[in-house]
């Protein structure tokens, strides 16, 4: 099914470069959360209740690890190498909590352009508003082809 107006591809591997980067803000609100929270019916205390996270080390709610590894493979399909890559590899560390209401800055940067595997690997490094370092990450994505190319390359 083919609704609206075509959709714009990101960048091919042809035009990516080791170096091309990207950095983005991000605050963590409410509203995603919870519906983080009901689209996974994730019910961990530690994500939402204040009374519960006070008898913790954390003291008050943090966010979902996965709600910040969305946040990465967004910007991939948004940005870096944008519409149309598919991530086929995430390795992440979570150095420190995230917390509600954090604002968060994601840089990325592409390390590696694989031509004979049609694969980037980005590196991605986040911190919070005061300066700390909350996760590192590795994802390697497929970036996109148009169908021509690939018709192109079955022909030759």
Known sequence: MNIGKPRKIGKSIEDIEEGDSLSLTESIEDNQLLLYLGL???ANPLYIQHDYTQKTDYQRP??????LMGII???VSKHLPGPGSHVVNFSV???EPVF???TLTFDFEV?????MKDVVTISVEAI???GNRILDAVVMVQPPKEIAEQE???HE
């Not at 943090?62 to 709600?67: C, L």
């Not at 390390?111 to 031509?115: M, R």
């Open 111 to 115: 390390i590696k352009v694989d031509k």
């Open 152 to 154: 192109e390359a079955q």
């Open 93 to 95: 560390n979570f150095i």
């Open 62 to 67: 943090i966010v979902p690890s996965v709600m």
């Open 40 to 42: 996974t019916n994730d």
């Open 128 to 130: 919070n508003g005061e």
């Open 73 to 75: 493979t967004s910007a």
């Open 100 to 102: 509600h209401y954090e």
